[in-house]
């Protein structure tokens, strides 16, 4: 599930990037948002993506843009408890 | 050639990317220069004392950040509170001011108005300290879900209740329920930060929290530097980092002075304030149509500049201490969209309206509708957000106008929210549509027309002042479009 998630995560902030021009490859703690390659926008479609595809309710946790900002954190959110 | 021109300038001033500097503010004698600096450079706008305390505070905070943290703690903590009390019992911050103005409200003597506004600043150290303790044994109250709208909450009750007491003859209670208030307002700011990080992490103390609430650096209502999460993101790790923070810091204190010229300079236009162009307007002998809008244009200006300057020193002293900040207000003439100069004009006013406001909203409102949700959480941080913020800056108008006066006075302020709050969740709509601004120096022009019109003509209904109302400010802008 985790190899699966990470491939569609990866895809997903890949085209994110793409369409803002960054070809540059990421690595998975890579910090997307707080390095300033992601905006404040990108994060809030990322949020609907996760909500939608992984059910992540963000309602119950503590938010911060730390819990986005790498393949790894997201990893860490969406995994099931 | 313009580029190689600005790309000298930029190198010659990067003094934090050369070595001699990086080592020099390491020595005593550099940190003695950069104190000298540093002092010059606050001096005119927070009075030698304050300057002198804050930058010695800043530096000897600086000097502990990387050896000595308990040490650096404690340094916040004196200088912190230390800054608020004597502030506030020497009159340099509001709370004893408003206090006073509800004194002679009530036709009493204002002589106790500082001592009294000063003890109940003090009370606030040990009312945080049970907060923070009850968070940390119920991490699951209400207050410790939800700790803005808990506290916001608390205010509005606390509001509700002085006003009761007042106008039913009770002046005494009324008084202490309104100093409460007038203390309590600034923190409201500030405690869900520490609030919600008690909550979320167990390994910040109680302590750590509470050095920097209003931080000496910007002992404001608006929290520069936002909450302890934040502040730790930025802390200077190892020596050159902290040397590196210590010269941006500086840089940032030096051009607040240079944006302060400018804004002098500005003073010598021989235009009237937008107050007195619509007081002219209002008494029959309007200013031209050139002038008008000259006035316009200037007071946006200097309004603006005021905003940067301010947020450069405060900014500027916290990166002494060793935390490098991003910067509160940063090119906002660069904004190529209404959202962009939401983000660059004010970022950390901003930052409490996202937290507080856009976040809890979007996460809760309209999930299915992904437009709408959009739209609405920024309405509701531009508009809800923004109107509170100012209103309750301002919330000992509620004692001495009245809430139905306080109210009528603000709506202007209402008005602006409302329009800007429209405008920029347009703005982040078309974002997320995928509409982009034009690219290349035409579209960067077009740009800067369309945003800077907004803001000048929107600056009628926000200049702070609440002596003329709604009707009259949108007659003396249709005045400015030649229509009477």
Known sequence: MITRARLELRAFISETLEKRGDLKPFADDESLFLSGRLDSLTMMNFVMFLEKTYGVDFDTIYFEVAVVDTVEAILALIQPR | ?484
């Open chain 2, 1 to 484: 050639m313009p580029a190689t021109e600005s790309d000298w300038l930029r190198q010659t001033l990067a003094i934090e990317t050369r070595k001699s500097c990086v080592s020099f503010i390491q020595t005593p004698f550099g940190q003695l220069a950069a104190g000298a600096l540093a002092l010059l450079a606050t001096n005119d706008y927070l009075g030698f004392w304050e300057a002198a305390i804050g930058v010695a505070a800043s530096l000897a905070a600086g000097a502990t950040i990387l050896r000595a943290p308990k040490l650096h703690v404690l340094i916040l903590f004196t200088a912190t509170w230390g800054s608020v009390l004597a502030g506030t019992a020497l009159g340099s911050l509001d709370t004893a001011d408003h206090l006073a103005e509800l004194l002679q409200y009530m036709n009493r003597t204002t002589n106790e108005a500082s001592l009294l506004s000063t003890v109940g600043v003090a009370l606030v150290l040990p009312l945080t300290l049970l907060l923070f303790s009850k968070v940390r044994s119920a991490p699951h109250s209400f207050i410790a879900r939800r700790p803005f709208l808990s506290l916001l909450l608390f205010e509005i009750v606390l509001c509700f209740v002085s006003f009761i007491l007042q106008t039913n003859g009770m002046e005494v209670a009324a008084i202490v329920g309104w100093l409460t208030v007038f203390v309590f307002t600034p923190y409201l700011w500030f405690l869900p930060y520490a609030v919600i990080d008690l909550r979320a992490r167990g390994d910040s103390m109680p302590l750590d929290h509470l050095a920097i609430q209003r931080p000496f650096w910007s002992p404001t209502y608006v929290p520069f530097g936002k909450g302890l999460a934040f502040l730790r993101k930025y802390r200077a790790a190892d020596a050159e980092a902290l040397a590196v923070t210590q010269l941006k810091g500086l840089k940032l204190l030096l051009w607040a002075n240079v944006l302060n010229a400018l804004r002098e300079l500005l003073e010598l236009i021989p235009v009237p304030v937008i107050g007195e162009a619509i007081d002219a307007f209002l008494s029959g002998h309007p200013v031209s149509i050139v002038i008008g809008w000259s006035a316009l244009v200037v007071s946006t200006a200097r309004f603006c500049l005021q905003v940067a300057i301010w947020a450069h020193l405060f900014i500027g002293i916290a990166r002494l201490a060793g935390y490098r900040l991003p910067r509160g207000s940063w090119r906002p003439l660069e904004s190529r969209t209404l959202m962009d100069y939401f983000n660059r004009f004010h970022y950390y006013f901003k930052e409490i309206l996202v937290d507080f406001f856009f976040t809890p909203t979007f996460f809760r409102i309209f999930k299915r509708h992904p437009k709408l949700r959009m739209f609405f959480a920024t309405f509701i941080a531009a508009g809800v957000g923004n109107a509170l913020w100012h209103f309750l800056r301002d919330v000992h108008l509620v004692a001495t106008l009245g809430p139905v006066q306080a109210i009528r006075t603000f709506e202007s302020y209402l008005f602006y929210c409302t329009i800007l709050a429209t405008g920029i969740g347009l703005s982040q709509l078309r974002l997320s549509l995928g509409i982009k601004p034009p690219e290349g120096t035409a579209g960067r022009i077009r740009s800067f027309l369309i945003v800077w019109s907004f803001v000048v003509v929107l600056h009628v209904f926000s200049d702070g002042s609440r002596a003329h109302g709604l009707g009259d400010r949108i007659n003396f802008l249709a005045s400015l479009f030649g229509v009477s």
